[in-house]
């Protein structure tokens, strides 16, 4: 018997923002706090606020529009960052909710019930608190006896995680696993920073994997094998954290949101990323030009054609390649995964196909996947 991923479920929220949208936001904001600080920019004490422009966003990320849980808020120049209902300890939380509505999904797609999943991961960039684990919190939810736990890789998060499921099923720690990144990003966007205030949305999305022995699923796939690595780097950070009450910091200022050095990123992310599909192809004795699909990471269109083109020796296709940030932008860990839900059904069997993520850690981490 194998290890497969028998189902995926993709919960996108009811709000999306355009970049236009966005951009109306962003420079209004910026206008009114040039005109509140004229006269310390004109002294030089502080520079003015730059505009935000849609066809840059749209021409340096290839995002057109994102996702948010909650709108309200976000786009209001006096708040700048979304307003989330308040909820007690006896309401679910939002980012179970988020988790429980694709983790439905994911069970439906694989034909399984709850009491045939006795882990569950919740893998994403940020939870809302640390305990109870949201996992748990899931799980009990849904029904399921057994154990679960949250885990946080950033971008990698999702295939992370999967590395996990993987291995639990093959030890036999598990029968059936439920991999869940309820991507809830919005609180953490800086709204007030040009550079990145474009980048993130907000979606859940669900994997269930179990062995092949399990599975009753009209669209399964062999994991043929995963590989994660990390390489630690500054360049993505965020420090918001639980000790910033203890240092006395203002716990809104820009670095405890997500910042980045978005070029360095780019420069040095893709070479990492393409030799690691590469070398994990050779591992396997798989040849490039085998591959049917490669389900990456949405972080930005004009990485994913450089490190496929590296590869391939030229631009892949939107079918070899599917791309989503267009409509999601970079959701975190889930832009694979959202990639591989949206685009599995049509592959034939015998198929192969490649899950890779890499962000922040940095981490990069790639599941090489073969229809049933
Ligand atoms: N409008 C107009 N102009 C702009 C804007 C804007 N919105 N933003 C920047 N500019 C300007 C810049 O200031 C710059 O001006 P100048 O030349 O005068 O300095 C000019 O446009 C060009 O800027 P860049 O060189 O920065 O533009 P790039 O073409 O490099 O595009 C990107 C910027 C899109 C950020 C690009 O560098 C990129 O995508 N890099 C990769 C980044 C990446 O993938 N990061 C991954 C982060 S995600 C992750 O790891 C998960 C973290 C956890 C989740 C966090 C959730 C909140």
New binding site residues.
């Given amino acids: 018997s194998s290890v497969v991923i028998s189902g995926v479920g993709l919960w996108t929220p009811a709000y999306s923002i355009s970049n236009e949208e966005l951009v109306d936001s962003y420079n209004a904001w910026a206008e009114q706090y040039n005109i509140e600080h004229a006269q310390s920019i004109e002294k030089g004490e502080q520079e003015a606020k ?1 505009l ?2 849609a066809a ?2 749209e021409k ?2 290839g995002i057109k529009s994102r996702y948010i849980y909650a709108k309200e808020g976000a786009l209001d120049i006096n708040r700048m960052r979304p307003l989330l209902e308040v909820r007690n300890d006896e309401q679910v939380s939002h980012q179970a909710e988020m988790a429980i509505a694709a983790a439905h999904k994911a069970l439906e797609a694989a034909n399984k019930k709850a009491s045939d999943i006795d882990m569950v991961i919740v893998s994403c ?1 940020y939870t809302q608190r640390s305990y109870p684990a949201i996992a748990i919190e899931v799980q009990a939810a849904l029904g399921i006896e057994g154990f679960g736990f949250d885990m946080l890789v ?2 990698s998060a999702a295939t992370f995680g999967l590395q996990r499921a993987v291995d639990a099923v093959k030890a036999g720690t598990a029968k059936g696993v439920l991999v869940i990144n309820p991507e809830l ?1 919005s609180p ?2 800086n709204y007030m920073d ?2 990145s ?4 949305g907000d979606v859940a999305t669900a994997v269930v994997v179990e062995s092949s022995d399990t599975c009753q699923s009209a669209h399964s796939f062999e994991v043929l094998s995963s590989k994660c690595i990390t390489a630690y780097s500054n360049n ?1 950070r ?1 420090n918001f954290g639980y000790t910033t009450r203890a240092t006395d910091e203002d716990p809104y200022s820009a670095d405890k949101l ?1 910042h ?1 050095n ?2 360095k ?2 420069k040095e ?1 893709c070479p990492m990323a393409a030799e690691h599909i590469e070398s994990h192809l050779q591992s396997q004795g798989i040849q490039m030009a085998e591959l049917k699909r490669w389900w990456l990471h949405q ?2 269109i004009n ?1 994913n054609l450089l490190i496929s083109k590296r590869l391939l020796g030229r631009d892949a296709t939107l079918d070899e390649a599917p791309v989503v940030l267009d409509e999601y932008a ?1 959701t ?1 860990s889930a832009g694979s995964i959202i990639a591989f839900a949206k685009y599995h059904e049509d592959l034939l069997a015998g198929d192969i196909g490649v899950i890779c993520s890499f ?2 850690g940095y981490s990069i981490g790639s599941l090489i996947l073969r229809k049933r």
């Fill in positions: 730059p935000s422009s840059f966003i340096a990320s960039a950033a971008c990003t953490q966007v040009r550079d205030h474009f980048i993130f993505i965020s997500f980045q978005g070029r990123v780019f992310v972080a930005n990485m970079n975190a962000g922040a």
